[in-house]
């Protein structure tokens, strides 16, 4: 192996072959319940899209340089569904607090810095370059009420190569004054410039999506029309969903005529349908709720670490997957400490173990569960999550054909036993285990961020 090379897309990725092959021992989703696991396979490569793994590398493949790391684990890019990218800077910070008061010292404060575009620019380089060298490859971001700020954002993750659904958030009740749009009107003229001037700049790989922070900080009137907006446009929401049971008594308040928080968002259009919509957390959902996001085609960012350390509870992802609910993972930071969809998967599985241990207490419906509700969650079930099962909001995630092609290359020889491992065994490690430094290439949409060149690169025998 060499040095590591940067080919971001930004700089010398344009040099780098559309069509080519990875080999190495490759892992990747095909249910939630079932990993392919391949020593020594071949993983195709065509114009930025999977074209299959493959024991041996078919005749048509042999033209297509091959980039030869037998030995390392090659994974899918992961998904992130659920990040705030003005919480990087305080991460690991106020995390004795409930979620409320969280929000109140050191959230708001915090974001109130970014109607600054130099202060924007410092914090948000941050953030960007942290996910670009960790195993994420797709994300759903909020950033703050901040036009400009939010397109400084925008800007940074296009530059980056990843490839993000990002928004400008929409407040105008219940916050701090420097975060509080003047009124719903002001807050639905701000949204829309701020779309019109992200048109403009004709991001391949940053797409926006309208965010409106939750329903206690965004009037009936601001819902209704960032709804119809969203309809009109085409466009995705992304929010938060029934995170806190101070928070959902707090919308039985301020909604009353809504069956139930999923409900109110439904009755403003902001709740799936033809567009997609990402609610975060769904900790305490009750049985409609949970039969309409199954309806709407709702996907749930579980964040298993924020929900921990802002003592939310604990979400019953076994059964929203059983009823076969889109879920996927979401780092949530800073209310999650790691920008690492890997930390999340191993929390994910602690979480659930826990929630058996407590067993009804812990149950989000009041209807309580049936026992297989309680079934602690598998590796195969976490890395579906953060790989496929978050992925299939973008057409990502797994190494199935016609998927886009997003994968990471790890070394882990740093994680070896004394004992033989399988490539199912390191890829468990991996979760549990791995740090940036284990990544040695990442690509999104088929282009190359950084890799590790082997020296064998062309070899294309398939022997």
């Keep these: 192996m060499?040095?590591?090379t940067d080919v971001s897309t930004g700089r010398s990725a344009g040099k780098f072959p559309a069509n080519f092959v990875l080999r190495g021992d490759i892992a990747y989703s095909k249910s939630p319940e079932e990993l392919s696991c391949r020593e020594g396979a071949f993983l195709v490569c065509r114009e930025g899209v999977c074209g299959g793994v493959f024991p041996r590398l078919p005749a048509e493949y042999s033209p297509f340089p091959l980039y030869d790391y037998r030995g390392k684990l090659i994974i899918p890019g992961l998904t992130d569904l659920h990040i705030h990218a003005s919480q990087f800077g305080f991460r690991g910070l106020g995390m004795d607090m409930e979620l409320l008061d969280w929000l109140e010292k050191r959230a708001f404060p915090e974001e109130a810095k970014f109607h600054d575009g130099g202060y924007a620019r410092r914090a948000y380089g941050l953030f960007v370059e942290a996910l670009r060298r960790g195993p994420g490859a797709r994300f759903c971001v909020f950033a703050t009420i901040h036009t400009e700020a939010t397109l400084i954002l925008q800007d940074l993750l296009e530059e980056s190569g990843l490839v993000s659904m990002t928004g400008k958030l929409s407040m105008d009740r219940n916050c701090p004054e420097a975060l509080r749009e003047k009124s719903a009107a002001g807050a639905l003229k701000n949204a829309e410039e701020w779309l019109d001037l992200s048109e403009k700049r004709n991001y391949r790989n940053t797409r926006p999506i309208l965010t409106p922070r939750f329903i206690p900080s965004c009037s009936d009137e601001l819902l209704y029309s960032l709804g119809k907006l969203a309809q009109d446009r085409g466009l995705p929401v992304q929010s938060h969903l029934s995170e806190n049971r101070r928070e959902i008594a707090w919308v039985r308040e301020l909604c009353p005529g809504a069956s139930h928080y999923a409900g109110a968002y439904r009755d403003f259009g902001l709740f799936g349908g033809e567009a997609p919509a990402i609610m975060a957390h769904c900790v305490w959902p009750e049985d409609?709720?949970?039969?309409l996001i199954k309806e709407r085609g709702v996907f749930i960012a579980h964040c298993p670490q924020s929900n921990a350390n802002v003592a939310s509870?604990?979400?019953?992802?076994?059964?929203?997957?059983?009823?076969?609910?889109?879920?996927?993972?979401?780092?949530?930071?800073?209310g999650g400490i790691h920008s690492s969809i890997f930390r999340a998967m191993g929390d994910a599985i602690q979480a659930s173990k826990l929630r058996k241990v407590l067993g009804p207490a812990a149950e989000g419906s009041p209807s309580g569960g049936a026992e297989e509700d309680y079934r602690p969650l598998g590796l195969e079930e976490a890395f579906w999550m953060g790989s496929a099962g978050g992925g299939a909001l973008f057409n990502a995630g797994s190494f199935e054909e016609g998927r886009e092609f997003d994968a990471l290359v790890l070394d882990d020889g740093d994680l070896a036993?004394?004992?033989?491992?399988?490539?199912?065994?390191?890829?468990?490690?991996?979760?549990?285990?791995?740090?940036?430094?284990?990544?040695?290439?990442?690509?999104?949409?088929?282009?190359?961020?950084?890799?590790?060149?082997?020296?064998?690169?062309?070899?294309?025998?398939?022997?």
């Design 313 to 334: 509870g604990i979400a019953p992802v076994r059964r929203l997957l059983n009823l076969g609910i889109a879920v996927g993972l979401g780092t949530d930071v800073a």
């Design 417 to 463: 036993a004394p004992f033989p491992l399988s490539v199912r065994e390191r890829l468990e490690r991996a979760v549990y285990l791995s740090e940036d430094r284990h990544i040695i290439g990442k690509w999104v949409r088929g282009r190359p961020l950084f890799m590790i060149m082997p020296e064998n690169r062309f070899e294309n025998t398939g022997e």
């Design 288 to 291: 409609e709720e949970l039969a």
């Design 2 to 4: 060499q040095k590591m």
